[in-house]
């Protein structure tokens, strides 16, 4: 029998934004002042019980998957570093356009993806208790960065492109989605542009 983690049923109920493909991500509130929120939400591979198993009779759990939430603050964008520098910030906030460029590490060996999600054998067993009808062969394919800034975003792209890479915006928030393929192959850091007014 196989276990479908409260957690990862909230997640992806509270998640409207989010497909079983972009469950994990980070999402940072910038305030004008430069500082602000970050939320990290990671995909683990989990290998201790959890309470809904201890609290359940007659069932030999098999497998388990977590989606784990974090939240801190930062006192300016530009000191937040994600992964040893694999996913970094420049803000220019002064502006009459204020202006984000955020750097995308690329490669097999980036950190920053790792903190994120497991390995792809590990994303594929996972997705079979995410969806035990078979339907899923993969949660955690694409990782999903938001930011939500002080105004009305005018741009958000990113270069160079790739196939599933999405860069977007909608009233006060940019988003960039990132195949995790896509990422661990060898390349060009990515450079996401966001401008707002």
């Known amino acids: 029998m196989r276990l479908l983690p409260s957690l990862l049923l909230t997640a992806s109920l509270l998640l409207p934004a989010c497909s079983g493909g972009e469950l994990v991500g980070v999402h940072i509130t910038l305030a004008k002042d430069g500082s602000g929120t970050v939320t990290m ?36 964008l530009g000191d937040l570093k994600i992964g040893d520098g694999g996913l970094r910030f420049s803000p ?16 097999p060996a980036v950190e920053w993806v790792k903190a994120l999600v497991p390995e792809l054998k590990a994303r594929q067993d996972m997705a079979k208790v995410y969806d035990p009808t078979g339907r899923t062969d993969e949660i955690g394919q694409a990782i999903r960065l938001e930011i939500n800034v002080p105004g009305e975003v005018v741009t958000s792209d990113v270069n160079p ?37």
Do not use: M
């Open 41 to 76: 939400r990671s995909l683990v591979d989990r290998k201790t019980p959890i309470a809904a198993e201890a609290r359940t009779q007659g069932a030999n759990w098999t497998a388990r998957a977590s989606l784990q939430c974090a939240q801190g603050t930062f006192q300016q």
């Open 161 to 197: 492109t790739g196939r599933g890479v999405e860069a977007a915006h909608e009233r006060k928030r940019a988003h960039l989605v990132l195949p995790v393929k896509a990422v661990l192959e060898a390349g060009e850091e990515l450079l996401w542009d966001i401008s707002w007014r």
């Open 92 to 107: 220019r906030l002064g502006d009459d356009q204020p202006h984000l460029r955020v750097y995308v590490q690329r490669g």
